[in-house]
């Protein structure tokens, strides 16, 4: 049938996958303003800047690129659960 052509499907697969990725963008958004400044800063240094952990130790004034690395671990858990809670 015409409403099952191959190119249909996958028009339809590429809409639900944008529109899934949208959704996901708005929750993380949405997460992210929830979250502490120091939270939001550590996830957006290291995910969306590719910061190293000695760079974002100095950024958010941590003593050691280790302590900069738990904050982050601890700011997308808790990132995690916000999003998780949003769905």
Avoid: F
Wanted: aromatic share 2%.
């Amino acid at each position: 049938s015409r409403s099952r052509s191959p190119r249909r499907l996958a028009v339809a697969r590429v809409s639900r996958d944008e529109a899934i990725g949208q959704e996901t963008t708005e929750r993380y958004e949405a997460a992210l303003a929830e979250l502490r400044d120091e939270e939001r800063e550590a996830i957006v240094a290291r995910i969306e800047l590719q910061c190293s952990y000695d760079e974002m130790a100095v950024m958010l004034g941590k003593p050691s690129p280790s302590a900069a690395r738990v904050a982050v671990r601890r700011a997308v858990m808790r990132l995690a659960l916000k999003m998780n809670d949003a769905r």
